[in-house]
């Protein structure tokens, strides 16, 4: 079993840690009451689904001045990976490696572009010329893209190989590469 490391979430130092695995904790501290200051016991907060997109998140909530909820990869990521959480598109982004959007394991979380995001699902399986071939997307379905004037042109998505082949040979032909 890997040993679970605790660090500081950025911002919310002395009152929260991410671990490696991915689990959130508030830390032991006094907090104001209508009585004066109590202690409260630090504890593992639970997680909930963000389901507003169409890709699930774990996210908790976290009080410093105002409540903030915020996803957990985003936490693993600032406090192991050095994310900075702006808010606005800077061009990197946190990636799930194993394509699980619940795994907020360290080792399943990567700093990577937009581009190579949108890259990551493509797999050149065959390719016959430098103007065309077969590649295979996330939903394992075989696409082909032809270049054409020095424009990437799309002609369809295939179940199987067999069809993409079939697919690919007739749209060749009739662009005239071949």
């Keep these: 079993m890997k040993k679970e490391i605790w660090k500081d979430i950025p911002g919310y130092e002395e009152t929260y840690q991410v671990s490696n695995l991915g689990r ?15 202690k409260q016991n630090g504890l593992i907060l639970s997680q909930r689904y963000d389901t507003s997109r169409s890709v699930a998140y774990l996210k908790v909530n976290l009080y410093k001045d105002v409540r903030k909820t915020i996803k957990v990869h985003q936490l693993v990521a600032m406090a192991f990976l050095g994310h900075i959480r702006t808010g606005n598109n800077t061009g990197v982004i946190i990636d ?22 949108v890259n990551k699902g493509k797999r050149i399986i065959r390719s016959f010329h430098k103007d065309y071939g077969l590649c295979k997307t996330y939903n394992d ?10 424009k990437a042109k799309y002609f369809g998505t295939f179940e199987s190989l067999s069809e993409a082949r079939i697919a690919r040979d007739k749209a060749i032909k009739k662009e005239g590469l071949r």
């Design 96 to 117: 799930h490696i194993d394509g699980d959007s619940l795994n907020n394991n360290l080792n399943n979380l990567q700093l990577i572009t937009q581009k190579e995001n």
């Design 141 to 150: 379905k075989w696409k082909i893209v032809i270049k054409v004037n020095k």
């Design 24 to 38: 959130v904790k508030s830390l032991d501290r006094y907090v104001k009451s209508r009585y004066g200051f109590r």
